[in-house]
């Protein structure tokens, strides 16, 4: 996240990611986020416009944002502003914990990329530390602290531009594969309280199956670019938020809302990487028997002959195949990320090599 930072304290926010790192312990791999820009008091200076696009790629997020702030005074404003990161924590070395893992940061304002400095902090009210000294860094998978980028922003009357990206690694748990975080709720302290006009893209790559957290509310427009759907399949990771999945053949996600008032932050990822058919989603019916998941790709237990039928055409499914046999295109057609592809043929997909060897391994016990 960004916000105007005093030489002596950091403005204090609620992470996400701390929260989940109390509630997990040593459960997962917690690596880092960023957020919306936002001051410490700001009364004049509005948020109209911002576009956050999200590329994943082999476990890394590609941020890029385009802000647009109107200044309502006629004279310009310059302010210091802070970019926060928290540092790595849960299972990883006390080496990891205190390296700064957000990479390519970069802020552009009239066509200028701004320079900036880094400095760290034990918390998030902490004194800003100089990172000269590697002493000054101590941070640890149960005390860690914060990476803050600083630089000077001048708004001009009337509409400001701000480009800003950067990328970091996923984290995960022992509840999901891949998950990223945005904080967003900092944007209501723009004046106004709002986002006037927000979009989210999200691409994850081609054949995926994810989860974002439904927090734009009713009048947000959920729409895929490219061949995908928003599926009716939802769950809850906790009490308060509901997640909605979403299956991408090719293309993305792209969310879009007027006036809002940010309450939750983003979080989305990958449930399971290997299997469409996860627990969270289908949890009562994996522990029921109805249905068979290729889970990580082993098999531990023993299996029927219709089981492993149901475990190898799983692999074939999540690739869109249109089967012909009646009893497959009913069982596969219950999931709602199931989008049969007519036009596709079995010598066009492409298995990875643990697949074709977990495929391989299934047709031995068929045989």
Same mark, same amino acid.
């Given at each position: 996240?960004?916000?105007?930072?005093?030489?002596?304290?950091?403005? !204090?926010? +609620?992470?996400?990611?701390?929260?989940?790192? =109390?509630?997990?312990?040593? *459960? @997962? #791999?917690?690596?880092? %986020?960023?957020?919306?820009?936002?001051?410490?008091?700001? !009364?004049? +200076?509005?948020?109209?416009?911002?576009?956050? =696009?999200?590329?994943?790629? *082999? @476990? #890394?997020?590609?941020? %890029?944002?385009?802000?647009?702030?109107?200044?309502?005074?006629?004279?310009?404003?310059?302010?210091?502003?802070?970019?926060?990161?928290?540092?790595?924590? @849960?299972?990883?070395?006390?080496?990891?914990?205190?390296?700064?893992?957000?990479?390519?940061?970069?802020?552009?304002?009239?066509?200028?990329?701004?320079?900036?400095?880094?400095?760290?902090?034990?918390?998030?009210?902490?004194?800003?530390?100089?990172?000269?000294?590697?002493?000054?860094?101590?941070?640890?998978?149960?005390?860690?602290?914060?990476?803050?980028?600083?630089?000077?922003?001048?708004?001009?009357?009337?509409?400001?531009?701000?480009?800003?990206?950067?990328?970091?690694?996923?984290?995960?748990?022992?509840?999901?594969?891949?998950?990223?975080?945005?904080?967003?709720?900092?944007?209501?302290?723009?004046?106004?309280?709002?986002?006037?006009?927000?979009?989210?893209?999200?691409?994850?790559?081609?054949?995926?199956?994810?989860?974002?957290?439904?927090?734009?509310?009713?009048?947000?427009?959920?729409?895929?670019?490219?061949?995908?759907?928003?599926?009716?399949?939802?769950?809850?990771?906790?009490?308060?938020?509901?997640?909605?999945?979403?299956?991408?053949?090719?293309?993305?996600?792209?969310?879009?809302?007027?006036?809002?008032?940010?309450?939750?932050?983003?979080?989305?990822?990958?449930?399971?990487?290997?299997?469409?058919?996860?627990?969270?989603?289908?949890?009562?019916?994996?522990?029921?028997?109805?249905?068979?998941?290729?889970?990580?790709?082993?098999?531990?237990?023993?299996?029927?002959?219709?089981?492993?039928?149901?475990?190898?055409?799983?692999?074939?499914?999540?690739?869109?195949?249109?089967?012909?046999?009646?009893?497959?295109?009913?069982?596969?057609?219950?999931?709602?990320?199931?989008?049969?592809?007519?036009?596709?043929?079995?010598?066009?997909?492409?298995?990875?090599?643990?697949?074709?060897?977990?495929?391989?391994?299934?047709?031995?016990?068929?045989?």
């Amino acid at each position: 996240m960004i916000t105007i930072i005093t030489m002596k304290k950091i403005t !204090t926010i +609620i992470l996400i990611i701390i929260n989940a790192i =109390s509630c997990l312990g040593n *459960d @997962g #791999v917690y690596l880092s %986020n960023g957020g919306v820009i936002y001051p410490v008091k700001e !009364t004049k +200076i509005s948020l109209e416009k911002e576009m956050l =696009s999200f590329t994943v790629r *082999d @476990g #890394v997020a590609f941020v %890029n944002i385009q802000f647009e702030f109107n200044n309502p005074e006629s004279k310009e404003r310059k302010l210091l502003i802070g970019f926060q990161a928290p540092s790595a924590a @849960g299972d990883v070395s006390d080496s990891i914990s205190n390296t700064n893992l957000i990479s390519n940061f970069t802020i552009v304002k009239d066509g200028i990329i701004l320079p900036y400095t880094v400095k760290a902090a034990n918390c998030e009210d902490c004194q800003l530390e100089e990172l000269k000294n590697k002493e000054a860094v101590h941070f640890s998978q149960t005390d860690p602290g914060v990476f803050v980028f600083l630089f000077e922003v001048v708004f001009k009357p009337g509409m400001n531009k701000i480009q800003h990206s950067y990328s970091f690694p996923a984290s995960s748990n022992v509840s999901f594969d891949e998950t990223y975080s945005y904080i967003l709720t900092t944007g209501a302290k723009w004046a106004g309280g709002k986002i006037k006009d927000l979009t989210v893209k999200i691409d994850m790559g081609d054949n995926k199956y994810f989860f974002v957290n439904d927090i734009f509310g009713e009048k947000a427009n959920w729409s895929i670019i490219g061949t995908g759907k928003v599926t009716n399949e939802r769950f809850n990771y906790d009490e308060d938020d509901s997640n909605r999945m979403i299956r991408i053949l090719n293309g993305e996600l792209l969310i879009h809302v007027d006036n809002f008032e940010p309450t939750k932050n983003i979080f989305f990822g990958i449930l399971d990487k290997k299997s469409f058919i996860a627990l969270a989603t289908d949890f009562k019916k994996i522990t029921s028997g109805e249905i068979v998941s290729v889970g990580n790709m082993t098999l531990q237990s023993d299996y029927s002959k219709k089981e492993l039928r149901l475990m190898r055409n799983t692999i074939y499914a999540q690739y869109g195949y249109d089967f012909n046999s009646p009893d497959l295109k009913e069982y596969f057609s219950q999931f709602a990320w199931y989008m049969p592809n007519p036009n596709l043929k079995m010598e066009d997909i492409k298995l990875t090599e643990e697949e074709q060897e977990f495929i391989f391994k299934v047709k031995e016990l068929e045989e």
